[in-house]
T-cell receptor, first 115, second 110 residues
Framework: EAQVTQNPRYLITVTGKKLTVTCSQNMNHEYMSWYRQDPGLGLRQIYYSMNVEVTDKGDVPEGYKVSRKEKRNFPLILESPSPNQTSLYFC??????????????FGPGTRLTVL | QKEVEQNSGPLSVPEGAIASLNCTYSDRGSQSFFWYRQYSGKSPELIMFIYSNGDKEDGRFTAQLNKASQYVSLLIRDSQPSDSATYLCAVTNGGFKTIFGAGTRLFVKA
């Protein structure tokens, strides 16, 4: 089954404790992206990756890191989480980096709470 | 000014009515426009996309695009209670960034 998976689905942590949210897709997509969703603000793009070892900042990259060492995986790293990073996080992938309007496939989401 | 604006709602319509959802965008270079549906606690799922001015129909859904007015809308005919969700408008300029609106909550009353 074609899908985007994220782990963990739920995470409660404390300020300053490094964490990683994993994202994996089995569709051989070049493009992957991370979003956060907050009430009243919609989905905001954190980082995206056009292919292996190629990443760029989205609109709200502060406090986050990403890496793309393999095509299928795109982990989101919070080196020192803070309470303002409490949010619902979505990973997404799409098949093309050509700028064509390919639809994005979203993972199930990770609800993160930073105390 | 937000780049993609939607009325947050909630928009309430009776079952069987037409629901009209609207979205405006600020970047005149925008090329592709998407409507996603998101049920509470779930991930967004694509309903429709549109690139050209005019209407595009898919079943009970019609997307309308007016690039001169920087306006895109989604019409849902014969609305059903199962259509109750948040509808997200998304816009790309042909590049790698996607800008989402904050979403409009729709309630369809049985």
């Amino acid at each position: 089954e074609a899908q985007v998976t994220q782990n963990p689905r739920y995470l409660i942590t404390v300020t300053g404790k490094k964490l990683t949210v994993t994202c994996s897709q089995n569709m051989n997509h070049e493009y992957m992206s991370w979003y956060r969703q907050d009430p009243g603000l919609g989905l905001r793009q954190i980082y995206y990756s056009m292919n292996v070892e190629v990443t760029d900042k989205g609109d709200v990259p502060e406090g986050y890191k990403v890496s793309r060492k393999e095509k299928r995986n795109f982990p989101l790293i919070l080196e020192s989480p803070s309470p303002n990073q409490t949010s619902l996080y979505f990973c997404a992938s799409r098949p093309s980096t050509s700028g064509s309007p390919d639809t994005q496939y979203f993972g199930p989401g990770t609800r993160l709470t930073v105390l | 000014q937000k780049e993609v604006e939607q009325n947050s709602g909630p928009l309430s319509v009776p079952e069987g009515a037409i629901a009209s959802l609207n979205c405006t965008y600020s970047d005149r270079g925008s090329q592709s426009f998407f409507w996603y549906r998101q049920y509470s606690g779930k991930s967004p799922e694509l309903i429709m996309f549109i690139y050209s001015n005019g209407d595009k129909e898919d079943g009970r859904f019609t997307a309308q695009l007016n690039k001169a007015s920087q306006y895109v809308s989604l019409l849902i005919r014969d609305s059903q209670p199962s259509d109750s969700a948040t509808y997200l408008c998304a816009v790309t300029n042909g590049g790698f960034k996607t800008i989402f609106g904050a979403g409009t909550r729709l309630f369809v009353k049985a």
